[in-house]
């Protein structure tokens, strides 16, 4: 059968090991592997027509179809279990299963012994592959991306999904809850609009999500549901396509409309450009950093003539305290300021010196003036004062 050129994807998903991805796409479904990359296999638009979402079941022969599309075969309203591996000639012929509700199918999430379908206000659990039956069914807030991850783990059998509050996220252990009993998930406060991406890792240990304002990524450990990482993807608002982990959590991938790829190091945090880890200490350095700069430079207003001296007297010391402090206070800003920074510091140092040289020469015209009345006007005062500057200065 001829196959159709690549176009028109409509959702893409690994499989739970991420050795795998399947494209639902306008000419039908597309899978892939991934080391070595090269296409597994493929469903073509005469036997499924277009599809909406598609999802893997590890390497097995078993696919959840949804349809979508421009021309679909299939309603949105069903998940249709597709098992390749299965004799036949008609397209019907490989379908087993089939899930039917009232509303559109928003996302399907798959793993060795459960099926997970999001609707918009609503999320179905049911016992999979074997004699499926319903377990769960969780009502959520308005979820019109369908945002939804299940741990693939044998240990963990976690369910992830947005809160009822704004920005909250629901965490559901599927395998402490009792089929047919009403669980009262646990909640993280993790942004403050609405949840735009959500990912869990393989072992279920850390969840990941991003907000519709799509500047920062913030990380949590699903046990204690303490804030681990907060990564920043930029400063400009945007959408978030998806974010995902790596297979070993090292790494996290975002992908928004900005047509960038951000790829954070999670375990060697040195790889990072641009992260906001959890840093108390370093939080509190720079904070005392600041303070001493300030002080310094209040000190110096104060006591300009031991400035001088010392200046004079050891000016190669004085040079290197000045750079010293900047380096610090660079060190204590850090990030997208440095830069900044290097500009301002200097152009500050310069200004608070002129600053004290012209309070310096007022004083000097104050003092003529004491001194000698009104008998000389204020002009030769003012230069008679700029040549003793000079002077000294030479």
């Not at 349809?67 to 004799?87: M, N, T, Y």
């Amino acid at each position: 059968m001829t196959q159709q050129p690549l176009r028109g994807v409509t959702s893409l998903r690994f499989n739970q090991d991420q050795s795998c991805f399947c494209c639902a796409m306008e000419t039908g479904v597309r899978i892939y592997n991934v080391e070595p990359l090269m296409e597994k296999g493929h469903l073509d638009h005469e036997q499924v027509g277009s599809m909406g979402l598609v999802e893997m079941l590890h390497r097995s022969n078993l696919l959840a179809l949804v349809g979508g599309g421009s021309s679909p075969k299939f309603s949105e309203i069903s998940v249709l279990i597709w098992d390749d591996a299965r004799e036949g000639k008609d397209s019907k012929d490989k379908l087993v299963l089939e899930f039917t509700f009232t509303k559109p199918v928003l996302a399907v999430r798959m793993r060795h012994d459960k099926i997970v379908i999001v609707l918009k206000n609503r999320i179905y659990v049911y016992s999979f592959p074997d004699n499926p039956r319903k377990l769960f069914e969780f009502d959520t807030r308005d979820n019109p991306k369908g945002l939804c991850d299940l741990c693939p783990s044998l240990e963990k059998q976690l369910l992830v999904f947005p809160g009822h509050k704004c920005g909250s996220l629901q965490l559901v252990d599927l395998a402490s809850t009792k089929p047919g009993t009403s669980s009262a998930p646990f909640t993280i406060n993790a942004h403050q609009s609405d949840v735009a991406c959500v990912s869990l890792n393989q072992p279920g240990t850390v969840v990941a999500s991003a907000s519709q304002k799509g500047t920062l990524i913030r990380l949590f450990d699903t046990q204690s549901k303490e804030k681990l990482v907060e990564l920043r993807r930029g400063t400009d608002p945007a959408t978030l396509y998806c974010i995902n982990f790596s297979h070993d959590s090292s790494f996290l991938c975002a992908s928004s409309d900005k047509g960038t790829v951000h790829i954070f190091a999670l375990k060697d945090t040195r790889l990072n450009r641009r992260s906001a880890y959890v840093r108390p200490l370093h939080t509190l350095l720079s904070a005392l950093v600041v303070a001493v700069a300030l002080g310094m430079l209040v000190w110096a207003a104060e006591t300009r003539a031991a400035v001088r001296r010392c200046r004079r007297s050891h000016p190669a010391a004085c040079l290197a305290a000045v750079l010293a402090l900047g380096l610090l206070v660079l060190w204590a800003a850090g990030g997208a300021y440095t830069f900044l920074l290097s500009i301002a510091g200097p152009v500050l140092l310069i200004l608070v010196h002129a600053s004290l040289r012209l309070r310096n020469l007022k004083n000097k015209i104050e003092n003529q003036i004491e001194s000698i009345g009104l008998k000389r006007t204020p002009m030769g005062l003012l230069l008679e004062a700029l040549g003793q500057e000079q002077e000294a200065g030479s």
